[in-house]
């Protein structure tokens, strides 16, 4: 047995555990770039030389800065390709890239799969949610790329993100000043940032305005109609049931209205709610839906031009924006018709 790999199977991933080296440092040997020193382009060289190695293009490109393509790398889980938020990141990041004759890779990952850096010239990792080894290892290659829905603190990394904690007290504030005074809220997984940070913007907001935090008005959701149902139902047996509820998706707010119409609690006459998203669904029911926008993909399309940017030489000054979110008034929310 010679160890040799036949031809039409070699990789440059072959070549780099050969010489003990990574995949951007084989990228720029082959490429000819003299940021490698003597040793580690011997060693690329005799890899090289063993298994009869071509290159791809994408090597080629990764190693020149010239890649076309974009990795779009989000965090799996039930009913992605039903989110809104998923399907707004995709609209964006495909908008972005038509425009820019782009190439976009779709990757759906658990935090152990990752994706191949030779395949892409820059990533987007639509949060960190798992996969916070993918982000760091794509930093250690100084691979182009940026987070989005998520700001980062603790990496040195690029984001773009949303003010999560201002959304909820926004929302909040709103109820507050029609009245209301018995508020209950419906959490995001509070694993996420978005959860974490919309319930505290809820939790300020009622410090702010001298308001009791109760524990039975709080219900710990996941963003999923599912548990959106558990919580009115819980909510709406309560002794002292709230006059309002704040839900941190819009697909949450859409249930809880779903489960007060078949419990004839008007909506907003007896129940107010407000949402999260501004999810086109939230527009076409029986009230319209007051809800809080997020520039979803406002985000998703800058992330694609800050790469883009870097991609080509443009830009090498970092990004780290946080975007504001927005009240949308509609039908669903109205001053308490009881204290």
């Known amino acids: 047995m010679s160890g040799k790999l036949p031809p039409q199977k070699i990789s440059i991933e072959d070549v780099a555990k050969r010489a003990k080296v990574s995949i951007s440092t084989v990228s720029r040997v082959i490429n000819n770039l003299p940021t490698v020193s003597k040793k580690n382009q011997a060693r690329v060289e005799e890899a090289v030389a063993h298994f009869k190695y071509r290159p791809n293009v994408s090597a080629q490109r990764l190693a020149s800065g010239y890649n076309s393509a974009i990795g779009l790398v989000m965090p799996g889980y039930p009913g992605i390709f039903y989110s809104f938020y998923a399907i707004e990141i995709i609209r964006g990041t495909g908008h972005a890239c038509e425009t820019l004759k782009l190439d976009l890779l779709f990757h759906i990952t658990n935090g152990s799969n990752f994706l191949n850096p030779n395949t892409v010239g820059g990533i987007i990792f639509a949060d960190i949610i798992e996969n916070r080894r993918e982000v760091e290892a794509a930093l250690e290659l100084r691979m182009p790329c940026i987070v989005i829905n998520n700001v980062v603190k603790d990496l040195d990394v690029n984001y773009i993100g949303v003010d999560n904690m201002l959304g909820g007290k926004i929302a909040t504030e709103y109820l507050i000043h029609l009245g209301h005074k018995r508020i209950a809220t419906v959490t995001g997984n509070l694993q996420t940032q978005a959860g974490f940070q919309r319930l505290k913007g809820f939790k300020e907001a009622l410090e702010k305005n001298k308001l009791p935090l109760r524990e039975e008005y709080i219900y710990q959701g996941d ?30 707010a859409l249930e809880i209205i779903a489960v007060a119409n078949e419990k004839n609690v008007k909506i907003p006459k007896e129940l107010s709610i407000i949402g999260y998203d501004d999810n086109p669904a939230a527009i076409y029911g029986a009230v319209g839906l007051t809800t809080i926008k997020q520039p979803l993909f406002q985000m998703a399309e800058d992330a694609i031009k800050y790469l883009h940017a870097v991609v080509t030489g443009k830009r090498k000054t970092p990004v780290k924006d946080v975007l504001k979110p927005q009240l949308i008034i509609r039908e669903s929310c109205a001053a308490p018709s009881r204290s």
């Open 223 to 252: 963003y999923s109609r599912r548990c959106a149902r558990v919580a009115a139902e819980k909510f709406l047996s309560l002794p002292e049931p709230p006059t309002a509820i704040f839900a941190a998706s819009d697909e949450m």
